[in-house]
T-cell receptor, first 112, second 112 residues
Framework: DAKTTQPPSMDCAEGRAANLPCNHS???????VYWYRQIHSQGPQYIIH???NNETNEMASLIITEDRKSSTLILPHATLRDTAVYYC?????????????FGGGTRLMVKP | KAGVTQTPRYLIKTRGQQVTLSCSPI?????VSWYQQTPGQGLQFLFE???????NKGNFPGRFSGRQFSNSRSEMNVSTLELGDSALYLC???????????FGPGTRLTVL
């Protein structure tokens, strides 16, 4: 699976949009971009994933650049409960197995 | 629909002992993966089971083993515990191998 690069930490004001970047310049054509987050001492929570089109669900939006070398996770109206470590992972989503390779992630701090 | 459950939530053992952790996946999910999380190494993949067969294995010694039952519930076992095995052990389930994974709350193991 391709390697990802994320900033180690970011701050965001409550109520504002949080934009979390991820670089994955070596991504292959059949690799998806997945985002998970981990609130302190809890299990990681699946947020969203995509291949090349932008995706949106009730939690967030995922914007993938046209060359697929980077992406941005957008939390449209961040709340204090969104304070967590956010992990960007790229992997092949087929029947080849479930191994997720977690990097260091981005520690997002939402401030009042 | 109930989420992934893990038992016990907390466990204290001494060096040399062995431990068994249990994971019940989301109903209908047939794949179960295990991860270890430590402050030093972060989140690392241990192994994945699908239809009672181990599909993938991470880079861990043979003291770490697992199995999956016909109802998709899974157990992992660590024998001859070492101090470095102190960690949060996370279980994740998905409908099939390669699908989005959903994590449980974890079992926090402390080895004294």
């Amino acid at each position: 699976d391709a390697k990802t690069t994320q900033p180690p930490s970011m701050d965001c004001a409550e109520g504002r949009a949080a934009n979390l970047p991820c670089n994955h310049s070596t991504i292959s054509g059949n690799e998806y971009v997945y985002w998970y987050r981990q609130i302190h001492s809890q299990g990681p929570q699946y947020i969203i994933h995509g291949l090349k089109n932008n995706e949106t669900n009730e939690m967030a939006s995922l914007i993938i650049t046209e060359d697929r070398k980077s992406s941005t996770l957008i939390l449209p109206h961040a709340t204090l409960r969104d304070t967590a470590v956010y992990y960007c992972i790229v992997r092949v989503a087929n029947n080849a197995g479930n191994m997720l390779t977690f990097g260091g992630g981005t520690r997002l701090m939402v401030k009042p | 629909k109930a989420g992934v459950t893990q038992t016990p939530r907390y466990l204290i053992k001494t060096r040399g002992q062995q431990v068994t952790l249990s994971c019940s996946p989301i109903s209908g999910h047939r794949s179960v993966s295990w991860y270890q999380q430590t402050p030093g190494q972060g989140l690392q993949f241990l192994f994945e089971y699908f239809s009672e067969t181990q599909r993938n294995k991470g880079n861990f010694p043979g003291r770490f083993s697992g199995r999956q039952f016909s109802n998709s519930r899974s157990e992992m076992n660590v024998s001859t515990l070492e101090l470095g095995d102190s960690a949060l052990y996370l279980c994740a389930s998905s409908r099939t191998s390669g699908d989005s994974q959903y994590f449980g709350p974890g079992t926090r193991l402390t080895v004294l």
